[in-house]
């Protein structure tokens, strides 16, 4: 989801690959059977596990740290709901931000890496390779190429100690730094690319019993809703690709007392926070069973966006389309493990851990892999090792790409990428290919380019192709 986005969890996108041959195809099996919340940019913290209750990788984007400013006796940035604090509200603002990470520097791989390109997929440039600092993490916006959101940092725990969104240069240094609200290495705000800028969604505690979730962008930050409420928080972020400025947030329900269900915001980053249109996700008449995931895509509509939700109802990922027109249930898939990624369109699919995952990431009564869900179909499992650290789906335009990151072994320290283009149904056009070593990964794709960043050892290696199902 960017997409994707399933809540705030788990993916995002970080991968590390390493020099070697190609390899074989990972074996398939097309038997029924089920990561994580917020879906979208995936973007892993340092240090970080993907999984987070039942939503999506949220992973969008790192995001925005607000704060008050040092007002004496300042117990909440904004007042609730017929409360207020004695005196005027402290003022939203940025911390300042950090300054840009070292540079990147690509040049041709030599020799040539260990990576294999999945079946439909073929190179449209040559491999290249940055050698950067182990500690770097970097996050991809799903529809971006050429360009990721990078961050250096030091120390045990790590702290941040630089972050800019980098245009990479295949043939030479990284251009354009820009600043990107990251301060914290292990936590990635809600965030999407609009234009040349992020938009951010950012949750603040105002008090024990008031939350808040402000839009922050690079010349200001407003409270969306106006007020806070109790449990409320940001579950994912979209934005149109492009310069559009139109954009998608889901929520928990605002109210003085949380509630089952979820709430979805469209507006454009252009205007005023209180200009955004809500529409309340209910749970179904006479149940109380409806937790937010992810956000599984925005489109343009014919007035305006379209946004599809994704709630979990009774055991089932269920895709709620919201537009001008109204609410409108799309699909319902049995998800009974945890939500990695998801997609809309073409067609409603999901991708979910394979089995229970116990504390120290091994399979629980199972054999490991990714399920692969999809409307008015029966599923696949596609098989790795060991559950996946991380996933991402990606829209082609004709189809999609699936890639995760998974141990060679249960408590094993080696790691590789996988990966399967799917056809307009969502079903695998061939098995599975291991395409190289990995410590964290990235990829982002646009029409059927495709870009895909590897990491290990110091190294960090672009593999860019074209992937088109038949």
Request: proline fraction near 11%; charge should be neutral.
């Given at each position: 989801?960017?997409?994707?986005?399933?809540?705030?969890?788990?993916l995002?996108?970080?991968?590390?690959?390493?020099?070697?041959?190609?390899?074989?195809?990972?074996?398939?099996n097309?038997?029924?059977?089920?990561?994580?919340?917020?879906?979208?940019?995936?973007?892993e913290?340092?240090?970080?596990v993907?999984?987070?209750?039942?939503?999506?990788?949220?992973?969008?984007?790192?995001?925005l740290?607000?704060?008050c400013?040092?007002?004496?006796?300042?117990?909440?940035?904004?007042?609730?709901?017929?409360?207020?604090?004695?005196g005027?509200?402290?003022?939203?603002?940025?911390?300042?931000?950090l300054?840009?990470?070292?540079?990147?520097t690509?040049?041709?791989?030599?020799?040539?890496?260990?990576?294999?390109?999945?079946?439909?997929c073929?190179?449209?440039?040559?491999?290249?390779?940055?050698?950067?600092?182990?500690?770097?993490?970097?996050?991809?916006?799903?529809?971006?190429?050429?360009?990721?959101?990078?961050?250096?940092?030091?120390g045990?725990?790590?702290?941040?100690?630089?972050?800019?969104?980098?245009?990479?240069?295949?043939?030479?240094?990284?251009?354009?730094?820009?600043?990107?609200?990251w301060f914290?290495?292990a936590?990635?705000p809600?965030?999407?690319?609009?234009?040349?800028?992020?938009?951010?969604?950012?949750?603040?505690?105002?008090?024990?019993?008031?939350r808040?979730?402000?839009?922050?962008?690079?010349?200001?930050?407003?409270?969306?809703?106006?007020?806070?409420?109790?449990?409320?928080?940001?579950?994912?972020?979209?934005?149109?690709?492009?310069?559009?400025g139109?954009?998608?947030v889901?929520?928990?329900?605002?109210?003085?007392?949380?509630?089952p269900g979820?709430?979805?915001w469209?507006?454009?980053?252009?205007?005023?926070?209180?200009?955004?249109?809500p529409t309340?996700?209910?749970?179904?008449?006479?149940?109380?069973?409806?937790?937010?995931?992810?956000?599984?895509?925005?489109?343009?509509?014919?007035?305006?966006?379209?946004?599809?939700?994704?709630?979990?109802?009774?055991?089932?990922?269920?895709?709620?389309?919201?537009s001008d027109a109204?609410?409108t249930?799309?699909a319902?898939?049995?998800?009974?493990?945890?939500?990695?990624?998801?997609?809309?369109?073409?067609?409603p699919?999901?991708i979910?851990?394979?089995?229970?995952?116990?504390?120290?990431?091994?399979?629980?009564?199972?054999?490991?892999?990714?399920?692969?869900?999809?409307?008015?179909?029966?599923?696949?499992?596609?098989?790795s090792?060991a559950?996946?650290?991380?996933?991402?789906?990606?829209?082609?335009?004709k189809?999609?790409?699936?890639?995760?990151?998974?141990?060679?072994?249960?408590k094993?320290?080696?790691?590789?990428?996988?990966?399967?283009?799917?056809?307009?149904?969502?079903?695998?056009?061939?098995?599975?290919?291991t395409?190289?070593?990995?410590?964290?990964?990235?990829?982002?794709?646009?029409?059927?380019?495709?870009?895909?960043?590897?990491q290990?050892?110091?190294?960090?290696?672009?593999?860019?192709?074209?992937c088109?199902?038949?």
């Amino acid at each position: 989801m960017h997409p994707g986005a399933a809540r705030r969890s788990v993916l995002c996108a970080q991968n590390a690959s390493r020099a070697g041959t190609a390899r074989k195809p990972a074996a398939q099996n097309p038997s029924p059977n089920r990561r994580e919340p917020g879906f979208g940019l995936g973007a892993e913290a340092f240090g970080a596990v993907h999984r987070r209750d039942y939503r999506l990788p949220a992973v969008r984007w790192a995001l925005l740290f607000l704060c008050c400013l040092p007002t004496a006796g300042c117990a909440r940035c904004s007042p609730s709901s017929g409360q207020r604090d004695s005196g005027p509200p402290a003022p939203l603002v940025f911390q300042k931000p950090l300054p840009p990470p070292k540079p990147w520097t690509f040049e041709l791989a030599r020799p040539a890496p260990d990576v294999a390109y999945p079946e439909q997929c073929k190179a449209r440039a040559p491999l290249v390779r940055a050698s950067v600092a182990p500690s770097s993490r970097f996050v991809a916006d799903p529809h971006t190429l050429a360009s990721l959101v990078v961050a250096d940092a030091t120390g045990d725990p790590p702290a941040l100690t630089g972050v800019a969104a980098l245009r990479l240069d295949p043939a030479g240094v990284s251009t354009d730094p820009r600043p990107v609200p990251w301060f914290d290495a292990a936590a990635l705000p809600h965030m999407a690319r609009t234009g040349g800028g992020f938009l951010a969604a950012v949750d603040r505690t105002a008090s024990s019993d008031e939350r808040l979730v402000v839009l922050a962008k690079h010349d200001g930050a407003e409270l969306l809703g106006g007020q806070g409420g109790d449990g409320f928080e940001a579950i994912d972020l979209a934005c149109l690709p492009g310069d559009d400025g139109r954009c998608a947030v889901l929520t928990t329900r605002l109210l003085p007392v949380a509630r089952p269900g979820a709430t979805l915001w469209r507006g454009s980053a252009r205007e005023p926070a209180a200009s955004w249109k809500p529409t309340d996700l209910l749970p179904p008449e006479g149940t109380n069973d409806a937790k937010p995931v992810g956000l599984a895509g925005v489109e343009a509509g014919p007035s305006g966006i379209e946004a599809t939700a994704i709630l979990l109802e009774k055991g089932e990922l269920v895709f709620r389309r919201v537009s001008d027109a109204g609410e409108t249930k799309v699909a319902a898939l049995p998800s009974p493990f945890a939500v990695i990624d998801a997609l809309a369109s073409p067609a409603p699919i999901a991708i979910t851990q394979a089995t229970e995952v116990d504390e120290e990431g091994c399979p629980v009564g199972g054999l490991a892999g990714i399920h692969l869900l999809r409307a008015g179909k029966e599923p696949l499992d596609l098989r790795s090792p060991a559950p996946p650290a991380a996933g991402y789906l990606r829209k082609l335009r004709k189809g999609g790409l699936v890639a995760w990151l998974s141990p060679l072994g249960c408590k094993q320290g080696r790691k590789v990428v996988f990966a399967a283009v799917l056809d307009e149904k969502g079903a695998p056009t061939a098995p599975a290919m291991t395409v190289g070593d990995a410590t964290s990964f990235a990829v982002a794709a646009s029409g059927d380019d495709v870009d895909l960043w590897l990491q290990a050892e110091g190294l960090v290696t672009w593999i860019r192709m074209t992937c088109s199902p038949p």
